[in-house]
Every structure is written in C-alpha cells, then in structure tokens.
C-alpha cells in the first residue's frame, strides 16, 4: 500500500514538475514576443500632427496611419480607408486576436 501510495505521489510531482516548467518557458515567450510588438513604431495623430510612438503608447481613439505592408498590433474595429482600388476596397487580416 505504502509502496503504491509512493509511485503515485512520484508519478504526480513529475507530471506537475513538467506542466510546471512548459508553463513558464510559453509565458517567456509570450511575454518576450508582447515586448518586441509593444515597441514597434507607428504613425499617431496627435494634436493635428503624425508623431511617431511606440505601440505600447497608442490607446483607443488615437488615428494611426497605416501604408503599405505594415504591421499593426491592434485589432481595428472601425475604419476608414480612401484608396484608388476598384471601389475603394481594401483587404484586411488578423494574424493573432488575443
């Protein structure tokens, strides 16, 4: 019973000990991955002026301007897009949505 008992308690603490350790290397890299997003730059309207901020710095109701091939790290809900495509579309994708 003893000897059971033990093998159990052996078997949990190495499966605990390795979620454990799995957990902390992802929010590593979860967190070293926010970090180099936050710290990108982008053009903000601010006070009537594109002034370039790093993410981390952008909040809600700011106006960013976006050109061609950019990144952005916010997910935009409501936009306005002037172009010379056929019928001033433009194609949008999200590649993460946290």
């Avoid at 093998?7 to 180099?36: A, G, I, M, P």
């Avoid at 936050?38 to 952008?58: D, P, T």
Wanted: some cysteine; hydrophobic content about 45%.
């Amino acid at each position: 019973m003893t000897n059971q008992l033990s093998r159990e308690w052996s078997v949990f603490l190495r499966l605990w000990y390795t979620k454990t350790l799995l957990v902390v290397k992802l929010h590593q890299q979860r967190h070293r991955s926010d970090n180099q997003v936050n710290n990108r730059k982008s053009l903000v309207l601010r006070h009537g002026v594109l002034a370039e901020e790093h993410w981390h710095k952008v909040v809600v109701g700011d106006i960013i301007k976006m050109e061609d091939n950019q990144f952005v790290a916010v997910i935009i809900v409501r936009f306005v897009v002037s172009c010379d495509e056929f019928g001033g579309f433009k194609y949008w994708f999200s590649l993460t949505i946290n």
